[in-house]
């Protein structure tokens, strides 16, 4: 079993209710693990056996800036039901942090974890 992790992916994207953040993209920091079975390419070491996460990393990209979010939660449930589609994912763990969402703190986020 492998663990995957795709750390500090800085996307922006349109997040929050507030009216002071409707209709403006802020900064949002992902942090991703994924665990999978990578016994096939530990053994091979051929890059067709192995997961593709810049696949995955660029369809979350994708699917992250092209989309409007009123939660962080409901951004999170979006990028970890993404990892979630591909079979040979068995656990992931998505964190993201919404930049400057307090006075006084330099983040706020949200974890969520789905496994099969």
Same mark, same amino acid.
């Given at each position: 079993?492998?663990?995957l992790k795709i750390k500090n992916l800085l996307l922006r994207t349109c997040v929050g209710f507030n009216p002071h953040e409707i209709g403006k993209r802020q900064d949002l920091i992902i942090n991703i693990t994924i665990k999978y079975d990578s016994d096939k390419e530990e053994k091979s070491d051929k890059p067709e056996?192995?997961?593709d996460y !810049?696949? *995955?990393t660029k /369809? *979350? *990209? /994708?699917?992250v800036e092209k989309s409007k979010?009123?939660? *962080? /939660?409901?951004l999170a449930r979006? +990028?970890?039901d993404t990892i979630m589609t591909y079979e !040979? +994912?068995?656990y992931s763990e998505v964190e993201i942090d919404k930049m400057h969402a307090l006075r006084f703190s330099e983040s706020v986020s949200i974890t969520l974890s789905a496994q099969r």
């Open positions: 079993m492998g663990t056996d192995a997961l !810049r696949t *995955i /369809e *979350i *990209i /994708e699917k979010f009123n939660l *962080i /939660e409901a979006l +990028v970890l !040979r +994912v068995s």
